[in-house]
């Protein structure tokens, strides 16, 4: 009777074959309820971050900021004459004031005078105010954030008011100019201007600002960056090539 072959299997060029299968006991668990995941074909997609979320829709954006005691946000039309589509403001905004956490509850910081944003800028400025200038006043002189005085909300026009080049970040409202930061009230009351702060406290807490501006905001341009922001604190939500990158100057 023949023996029955001992010689390994034929198999295919290392370079065609692929990886075994992951055996059952190593595969991650699913909980009940939960999608399964999609087979894989052609290039990974990227996974979504858990600490990020969708953009909000028109109606979450300014219902989330109305809720909030103390905000004055109301739906606006865009400026009158703007019919170049590179100037739409996407849920256009009216600021008036915004509320933050006070030491001894609530404040109110107004806007002077209100710009015309988008909601998206609306809501990250909230974000930015209530996080990180307040409490850099309430450190910096034991005082509360009372205004900011700002201009070069949605305006269509060019960067740097240049006849051509980009479109502004200003032309879709995404973009504020910030002149000063008034603090306290009454007797108390003070104003930091950023093309001429007072003294070292108030230098200290311009820099103080603009770090965490550059933090909050895809761009932060400031006197020094160039003759265009020399009077000015310019922040903006405008995507970069990455929402990792930021331009900070």
């Known amino acids: 009777m023949p023996l029955a072959s001992t010689a390994a299997p034929v198999t295919a060029p290392f370079s065609t074959q692929r990886p075994p299968p992951r055996p059952p006991e190593l595969r991650p668990s699913v909980p009940d309820g939960a999608a399964k995941p999609e087979p894989v074909s052609g290039a990974p997609a990227l996974a979504n971050s858990g600490g990020s979320t969708a953009p909000p829709t028109q109606s979450s954006c300014l219902s989330i900021l109305a809720a909030i005691p103390g905000n004055r946000v109301n739906a606006a039309a865009p400026a009158a004459g703007d019919t170049d ?64 005085r700002v201009g ?70 400031g006197p020094g960056s160039d003759a265009a922001h020399a009077n000015h604190l310019h922040v903006d939500i405008q995507e970069r090539r990455s929402r990792a990158s930021r331009f900070c100057q």
């Open 85 to 148: 589509s590179a100037c739409r403001i996407s849920e256009p905004v009216r600021v008036g004031a915004l509320a933050v956490t006070g030491s001894g509850g609530a404040v109110t910081v107004s806007f002077e005078p209100p710009p015309l944003l988008s909601c998206a800028m609306a809501r990250t400025l909230a974000d930015w105010l209530d996080r990180s200038v307040q409490p850099l006043v309430r450190g910096h002189f034991d005082r509360d954030l009372a205004a900011l």
């Open 152 to 221: 070069g909300g949605h305006e269509c026009r060019r960067r740097n008011r240049a006849s051509a080049g980009p479109i502004s970040e200003h032309a879709t409202g995404q973009a504020l100019d910030i002149f000063a930061f008034k603090l306290g009230s009454g007797g108390n009351a003070s104003e930091v201007v950023v093309e001429k702060p007072g003294g070292l406290a108030q230098n200290r807490f311009l820099d103080a600002v603009r770090q965490s501006a550059c933090g909050a905001f895809m761009t932060t341009l």
